[in-house]
């Protein structure tokens, strides 16, 4: 049953955002590679051929508001529905409705909100209805679809990804908020600035707040203190069990290996910023300090165990300092990969040579029937023998000898390098030992 609006149901109050959503494709700012005139979506529209798509995007950057207007500019009946309150009886009275239309010659445009919110099964259920043309389907996702969706779904819909609104979008946005009200938004120009980096390139947030900023009473414009002072700053994008988590350890991860170290202290704030347990942000530096550091700097991986124990004995916000300080010791040591890529050639070879046994020289020998089989004969105690150094082979014998570790020279490694080489050099010197002879 449709609802009677009330006496004064057309003079409800709607939030600015609501007023001022597009009418036109062209009015979205920000998505100008989706919606300019070389844009997918525009060609999509201009050639009447709307196919079913994922709008992979940050919160407020328009996926609704895009959506929409495809189904307006494109004469489908707009069904829409989030994925957070709806079920599979929800799912089934929009499909009923849209085949009803369909047998009219109508089409339906289906809009879902957090589409990734549905499981696996009810992600299944859509395919039969976006395959026969059924419905359009139009879904709205902040998370990697490739992590959060069905592979079929996928492979009948395409993905177009919405940017975060930059500073130029925001701007434009601001302006028309400006033009609703007919007077300028009150903040100086420093907080006008402030403003935008709250909104975090999220259009409809900063709606919000200017909303909220025209509905002052004051005498002279804010500046960047009184603005912090007023509105609250937008809480950071990040989930730490999806795809902002991944992608901020990867950026300090690389920003680490690269050896730039400010943008390693960037990315390591930013986390914190989000809410990271510092704990697994020790974790991972840690693994890093063997993993990238290696020999080259032996010490780094010493550092980090005493970061990371730092931390725990400090805890928040103390702690985070001693993180801060291990950050700048990795970006600026010394790097390598030797080790890490020493070890997994050498699994590789064990994998692939089976259980290969070793040497019979290098073998002890506790038993008779195990001396009588040749169990340690012929080896050479390196201590006894000159440089120390026997040279004998350690490897199985039907084995040909593999040199896993190739320091580099840098750091420590250069040390180990010279180390091997002379090593190698002593082993060519004496063939007999090699092949476990006297």
Not at 69 to 96: I, M, N, P
Request: proline share 5%; aromatic share 8%.
């Amino acid at each position: 049953m449709t609802a009677v609006p009330g006496l004064f149901g057309n003079d409800a109050p709607r939030p600015l955002a609501d007023r001022l959503r597009p009418t036109d494709l062209a009015a979205i700012v920000g998505q100008d590679h989706l919606l300019g005139p070389d844009g997918a979506v525009r060609r999509m529209v201009a050639g009447g051929r709307l196919a079913s798509m994922i709008l992979w995007g940050p919160p407020g950057s328009g996926k609704t508001t895009m959506a929409r207007l495809l189904a307006a500019q494109t004469d489908l009946e707009y069904e829409s529905l989030s994925a957070v309150f709806s079920g599979v009886a929800d799912l089934r009275k929009v499909f009923e409705r849209a085949r009803a239309l369909r047998a009219d010659g109508r089409g339906t445009l289906l809009f879902v909100d957090e589409i990734h919110r549905f499981n696996r099964a009810q992600q299944d259920g859509f395919l039969p209805y976006v395959e026969d043309g059924t419905v359009i389907l139009v879904g709205a996702t902040t998370e990697n679809p490739s992590f959060e969706l069905n592979a079929a779904l996928l492979s009948r819909a395409q993905v177009f990804v919405l940017k975060r609104l930059d500073d130029a979008a925001l701007e434009i946005l601001l302006a028309r908020a400006e033009l609703e009200y007919g007077r300028a938004i009150p903040l100086t120009g420093e907080a006008r600035i402030a403003l935008k980096a709250m909104a975090d390139g999220d259009g409809r947030f900063l709606f919000n707040l200017a909303e909220e900023l025209f509905a002052l009473d004051i005498e002279q414009p804010l500046d960047s203190a009184g603005l912090a002072a007023t509105v609250q700053r937008r809480a950071p994008i990040y989930d730490k069990s999806q795809e902002g988590h991944y992608n901020l350890i990867s950026a300090l991860h690389k920003s680490l290996r690269g050896s730039d170290c400010d943008a390693s202290l960037y990315w390591f704030a930013r986390m914190l910023d989000g809410g990271e347990d510092p704990r697994y942000i020790a974790r991972r530096l840690l693994r890093f300090s063997y993993e990238d550091i290696g020999l080259a700097e032996p010490q780094a991986a010493l550092q980090a165990v005493a970061a990371w124990a730092t931390y725990e004995r400090l805890g928040s916000p103390e702690g985070e300092l001693a993180l801060a300080q291990l950050v700048i010791y990795l970006a600026t040591a010394p790097k390598s990969n030797a080790a890490y890529k020493a070890y997994g050639q050498a699994r590789r070879d064990a994998k692939k040579n089976g259980s290969l046994m070793p040497p019979k020289h290098i073998l002890n020998a506790p038993t008779a029937m195990m001396k009588d089989q040749g169990y340690g004969a012929g080896y050479a105690y390196d201590h006894d023998a000159p440089d120390a150094f026997s040279g004998q082979n350690y490897f199985p014998d039907t084995m040909a000898r593999s040199t896993y570790y190739r320091p580099v020279e840098r750091g420590f490694e250069r040390d180990l390098r010279k180390r091997l080489d002379y090593w190698a050099k002593l082993r060519a010197k004496r063939p007999r030992q090699r092949d476990g002879g006297a």
